[in-house]
C-alpha cells in the first residue's frame, strides 16, 4: 500500500478495490468510494465520510457511529446485505443510499461545486 501511496502522492491516479481493509490500510485513503447492492451511498473524501454519515443518522433518528470506532467497520456493519437482516437494518440501507441520491440530486439542481450539505 505504501507504493501506491507514494504514485498517488507523485500525481499519479491509483484506484483500488479493497474488501474489509484494516483500519491502518484505511487511514491512507484520499478519498473513498462506498457502494451498497450496488449503488454508490457515499464517494468524497475518506476523512470526513464517517461525519457525513453520522449527520445523515442524525437526521434520521438512527443511532450513529460508535465513538473511537474504525470507520470500515462500522460501513461494513451498516450496509452488510445477507440473508438474516432485520428490517431495521434494511431500512438503514434505504436510508443511506436515499440520502446519497437526494444528496448528488441537490448538487446538480443548485449547478454547485459546494460542498454537499446533508438533507432530510
Not at 48 to 70: G, I, M, R, W
Request: net charge negative; proline share 3%.
Amino acid at each position: 500500500m505504501t507504493v501506491l501511496q507514494d504514485l498517488a502522492q507523485q500525481g499519479i491516479t491509483v484506484i483500488c478495490s479493497i474488501h474489509q481493509p484494516s483500519s491502518e490500510i484505511s487511514a491512507m485513503f484520499q478519498n473513498l468510494i462506498l457502494l451498497c447492492e450496488g449503488q454508490t451511498v457515499y464517494a468524497g473524501n475518506a476523512k470526513t465520510s464517517l461525519e457525513y454519515f453520522n449527520k445523515v443518522t442524525a437526521a434520521h433518528n438512527l443511532s450513529p457511529a460508535p465513538v473511537d470506532s474504525n470507520p470500515v467497520d462500522i460501513y461494513m456493519k451498516w450496509m452488510y446485505v445477507g440473508s438474516e437482516i432485520s428490517k431495521a437494518h434494511t431500512d438503514r440501507i434505504a436510508i443511506l443510499k436515499a440520502a446519497w441520491k437526494n444528496q448528488i440530486e441537490l448538487q446538480i439542481s443548485n449547478n454547485s461545486d459546494s460542498k454537499l450539505e446533508i438533507i432530510q
